[in-house]
């Protein structure tokens, strides 16, 4: 078992239904933390998540943010469905339709901009996905940067099945992680499971493990050699990398040339070059 600092660490802040730790410099292990109820997502992890990594964006201890789902069997199932009993009391406090989808817009776009929060995070994203992976977890995991699962892991686009459109991510991110419209499409109508040999043929997760615990040893050992490298250049890299998946190329090398036109002024650039050039050992990089 891959072990944590017992205790979180104080920049920091903790959680009900997320557990952060800060198992290697400058590295952020967040959990999905409701084990007992098979990590599923009810209104309070939601809106944790949101406040979590819009916190984790701006705070300097942190470069590189490893997403997992706490305890042996599985990431997460997906939205509390109990939870959404509460949804249902929101709406019959008012007759008039307009009033109703106020209510429903309201809800919608707060989960959205939590799942979004991942891709707006300056931070490299690392999903680690053991067990399920179902609906809201699907949708949270398409907006990280790099994904990982084990043998064990399957993924399934659960919405249709319950009466609904998948309306936080998955059905606008996933057919540009995974180039293939057709198989999305098809996980989509179906709501097919998607195992994780699927998934590393087709390219939505880099590589698989055996274990939960040698995944998370291998995530974390990624994780930690992002670290150690620029901060100005890992941000500025993704930030570049989500403006030009949406853009044409000539709107994404305007925006890096704005950017890299400061940037390339900075310390990090001369520490580095300079390393490289002598074979020195590889710079120490400041707070960001």
Request: aromatic share 6%; glycine share 6%.
């Amino acid at each position: 078992m891959v072990k944590t600092q017992a205790a979180r660490a104080s920049t920091f802040p903790s959680y009900k239904a997320l557990l952060v730790s800060n198992p290697k410099p400058y590295v952020v292990h967040v959990e999905l933390n409701r084990p007992e109820k098979m990590n599923a997502m009810d209104r309070t992890m939601w809106t944790e998540i949101g406040d979590c990594f819009n916190h984790l964006s701006s705070n300097p201890d942190c470069r590189v943010i490893v997403l997992s789902g706490a305890g042996p069997k599985i990431f997460t199932a997906g939205i509390d469905l109990h939870s959404m009993l509460s949804v249902g009391a929101e709406l019959s406090e008012h007759e008039d339709v307009a009033r109703k989808s106020a209510v429903l817009w309201r809800l919608i776009k707060l989960y959205q901009n939590c799942i979004s929060s991942l891709e707006k995070c300056p931070k490299p994203v690392l999903g680690a996905v053991h067990g399920p992976c179902i609906g809201g977890g699907l949708n949270l995991i398409c907006a990280t940067d790099i994904r990982y699962c084990t043998t064990d892991a399957w993924f399934q686009n659960k919405e249709v099945d319950i009466g609904m459109a998948a309306d936080v991510g998955t059905l606008q991110r996933m057919p540009k992680v995974m180039g293939s419209a057709s198989l999305v499409n098809e996980l989509a109508f179906t709501c097919r499971k998607f195992p994780a040999a699927e998934a590393k043929e087709t390219g939505f997760v880099s590589k698989v493990f055996d274990s939960k615990d040698s995944m998370i040893q291998s995530v974390l050992e990624v994780a930690e050699i992002i670290a150690s490298k620029s901060p100005v250049a890992v941000q500025g890299t993704k930030r570049s990398l989500v403006y030009s998946r949406d853009h044409s190329v000539d709107e994404g090398l305007d925006n890096i040339a704005l950017f890299n036109m400061a940037m390339l002024q900075s310390e990090d650039f001369l520490n580095a070059v300079t390393a490289q050039a002598t074979k020195g050992d590889p710079p120490v990089f400041s707070k960001l």
